[in-house]
T-cell receptor, first 115, second 112 residues
Framework: NAGVTQTPKFQVLKTGQSMTLQCAQD?????MYWYRQDPGMGLRLIYY???????DKGEVPNGYNVSRLNKREFSLRLESAAPSQTSVYFC??????????????FGDGTRLSIL | KNQVEQSPQSLIILEGKNCTLQ??????????LRWYKQDTGRGPVSLTI?????NTKSNGRYTATLDADTKQSSLHITASQLSDSASYIC???????????FGTGTSLTVIP
């Protein structure tokens, strides 16, 4: 039972380079999320996808794009990396429970450093 | 403004001792409150969920309480173990739009 799998686990980029962070879940969840976690700050939502075929901006979407490739996969792309995007990125998924979202299941993160 | 504040920011306790972590929120309208445990280098894992009608819920040595009137929650850890060393994050779900609001976490260190 893999849950939520993120790749890569670590990455170092130079300013201006691009890259895509991959996320896949095997729990058949409809909703998927991308967060960034910085020291002293709570998890901040970058983008989310309530269901396959839909994506919406979160709190800090600037500099990022996402693709909900299918129900399992949700990728995050940095088109032109900047040092301010150095962070730990978490992908999560959840399923509705009753009238609201169920618990989020998180991957183990991608640690991204931009020089 | 919808906010979640946790205290203390960090805490060091001796193995075997009890501790209590606090979470205050202003999120409205309230749907539920979850406590997550995040081990170093790992993603957060859900410990417990509190809905509006629940006052207390236990999960092993973890007991969460909720006072919806004062908008406060606490997580009590009994007979702490070294493996309890982690960051504990309080997350409040807003009923409208199903949005999640994260606290900045309490870093707990249990020492032998």
């Amino acid at each position: 039972n893999a849950g939520v799998t993120q790749t890569p686990k670590f990455q170092v980029l130079k300013t201006g380079q691009s890259m895509t962070l991959q996320c896949a879940q095997d729990m058949n969840h409809n909703s998927m999320y991308w967060y960034r976690q910085d020291p002293g700050m709570g998890l901040r939502l970058i983008y989310y996808s309530a269901s396959e075929g839909t994506t919406d901006k979160g709190e800090v979407p600037n500099g990022y794009n996402v693709s909900r490739l299918n129900k399992r996969e949700f990728s995050l792309r940095l088109e032109s990396a900047a040092p301010s995007q150095t962070s730990v990125y978490f992908c999560a998924s959840s399923e509705a429970v009753g009238a609201g979202p169920g618990p989020q299941h998180f991957g183990d993160g991608t640690r991204l450093s931009i020089l | 403004k919808n906010q979640v504040e946790q205290s203390p920011q960090s805490l060091i306790i001796l193995e075997g001792k009890n501790c209590t972590l606090q979470c205050n929120y202003t999120v409205s309208p309230f749907s539920n409150l979850r406590w997550y445990k995040q081990d170093t280098g790992r993603g957060p894992v859900s410990l417990t969920i509190m809905t509006f009608s629940e006052n207390t819920k236990s999960n092993g040595r973890y007991t969460a309480t909720l006072d919806a009137d004062t908008k406060q929650s606490s997580l009590h850890i009994t007979a702490s173990q070294l493996s309890d060393s982690a960051s504990y994050i309080c997350v409040v779900t807003r009923r409208t739009g199903n949005q999640f609001y994260f606290g900045t976490g309490t870093s707990l260190t249990v020492i032998p």
